[in-house]
């Protein structure tokens, strides 16, 4: 049997330039309130429009709820949308110092103790919710906050997005397939700096095969490879929305990951990433719509999960 190969993910932001523009101009000159009000309309125009986003979205809820009739399948496709569109609007506002966001943390203290030893950490999200919200808000720890983030998005948009958030309390540093990419992360980890990087999309290096969602997955590996060459540990960390305008930044256990074991053992990274891909599901199945995935994740044919009732 062949391994199965991922579909490639691009890491380009949907709604082009002007469809970013005109959010960030609504919230500046009207507020939050507004933009929540104009989702209504967008999110019906990408169930209608994008066909492709639209059928990731519905394998995805698929193998959440079961076979879907097709009257309903549209439904939860729309209200999929609609909630990706509440977390980009939600993000841009704090960004831009507009937004009354509340984020409280659980398991904070889980990580604080090696801050105040001065000791790096790194924080593995996913795109659940909104993870850059919990790296704005660790600021307060004065502590440099890191967000690994792949540098595929159209240049103009970047541009966009990074003249209209002055306000944030984090760097970004990119990251690819070149392994020279993963040089100022280490040292950013050994100055004793916060690291938060995404764990559920490969992008085409080194990664492992799991299942997901009752399908096969690839998932990425760098992360307990970084965690394993820096010493520091590594903490799974989700940011999910409790209600509208809250924010939940939920911390699990540390996991260490020495260099010996993984050179001793081609297995202890992939299993950690398996690992992950269990506890990933688990607070998907928790928030369905907060998952953003809208292009093609499994390969065809793998099969739906167990049904689950939406929250």
Known sequence: MQPLEAPRWTGRMRGGYFGNWFFIQLIRWLGVRPAYLWLLFVAAYFTIVHREAYRASADYLGRLFGPLPWWRRPLLVYRHFLAQGVTLVDRQAVLMGRGRIECVFDGEELFKPHLEQGRGIILLGAHVGCWELGGHFLGRFDIPVNLVVIERELAGIQQLLNSMTEGKRFRILTADEDPLRSVPIL????????????????LGGADVETSFLGGRVRLPVGPYR??????????????????????????????????????????????????????????VRQYPFQWSNFFPYWEQGTGTAPATQPI
């Open 187 to 202: 040292a950013a980890l050994r100055r004793g700096e916060i690291v938060a990087l995404l764990g559920d999309r490969s």
């Open 226 to 283: 970084l965690a394993a060459a820096s010493g520091a540990p590594l903490f799974q960390v989700f940011t999910v929305r409790e209600r509208l305008g809250c924010y939940r930044f939920a911390t699990f256990p540390a996991e260490f990951i020495s260099r010996e074991e993984v050179r001793s053992d081609p297995n202890a990274a992939p299993a950690r990433a398996r690992r992950y891909a269990e506890r990933l599901e688990a607070v």
